[in-house]
């Protein structure tokens, strides 16, 4: 399970591998291990005959990296891929809500000392403290912190975690008005950086272009699936299956949960909107018996090839 194949200067959620380490990966999986089609992995579990090292790759959320870093090596080590993407994304240039976070909070610069905000009706208000000015030298000493760490180095790295938990849970028509009153307040554009970018509708139809990757869907707004009642589920999966499906002029067949949240519910929601497998985000290995709507996954990391190879021997 990937996420994003480039250089960035910081990420803090880990979601991106080197393009140099994601090219000594492929090597790895082109010479051990045995690439299928995430279609043809399924189809194996069905009549209960996966090959041996069998290994299959997905990317979630729509990165436009995936096109530009990530396909021309896939094409190189001839490696099947799916992307799972947030339909809502596409023709709307902006960030996601924790690329927006990241953007506003531990980027340099300064900030005013207070921000206010409504939170679930009631007043919510952090300090900044002594960071309101967060220079150049700060932000290099923090750089490699990411929020799978306990701790949090400053007042902002604070206030960052702790809108992260909050944003995490709310749906993104309640996520919106917040994060525009955050960047009225940090006097910051509605705009993605160009280290940011997920994939418009042109960049989506050449990515599945020659068939090597194909794209799955994963809701239109990248909500905690298992918050939502069932109709609403109902309409992140249909409208997200649709949407791709008019776009790229073909069937799509893979989902894949958001944040790998789901419930019974959600599985016969996905079920009923035809599609024939869903990918979780539990981490573990595709067994003989392992259910098409819940396919588990491993997070991959920006290993070199030679960690990566210990890591999927393990
Ligand atoms: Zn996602």
Sequence with gaps: MYH???????????????????????????????PLRLQELVAALRVGNVPSRAVVVTFDDG???????????????????????????????????WDELDRLLLQPGTLPPVLDLRLNGSAWRRELGETTIYANADYERHRDWHIEQQDDPTQRHRLHRSLYQRLYALTQKEQEPLLEEMRTWAGAEPISRPTHPTLSHDEAVQLADGGLVEIGAH???????????AGAQRDE??????????????????FAYPYGSYTQET????????????????????????????????VVRDWDGETFARWLNE
Aim: with cysteine; aromatic share 8%; hydrophobic share 40%.
């Design 219 to 229: 809701t239109v707004t990248h909500p905690v699936l298992a918050g939502l009642s």
């Design 63 to 97: 990165y436009a990296d995936n096109l530009h870093n990530a396909k021309p090596l896939l094409a190189r080590y001839d490696i099947p891929a799916t992307t799972f993407m947030a339909t809502g994304h596409i023709g709307h240039p902006r960030e996601f809500w």
């Design 237 to 254: 999966v249909r409208r997200s299956r649709a949407h791709l499906e008019e776009i790229l002029n073909r069937t799509v067949t893979s």
């Design 4 to 34: 994003r194949v480039t250089d960035l200067p910081n990420d803090p959620y880990l979601l991106a591998v080197r393009p140099k380490h994601f090219a000594q990966q492929m090597d790895v999986l082109r010479r051990h291990y045995r």
């Design 267 to 298: 599985l016969a929601v996905v079920r009923e909107a035809g599609f024939s497998s869903a990918c979780s985000s539990d981490s573990a290995v595709v067994r003989r018996g392992s259910d098409n709507f819940r396919l588990p996954r491993a």
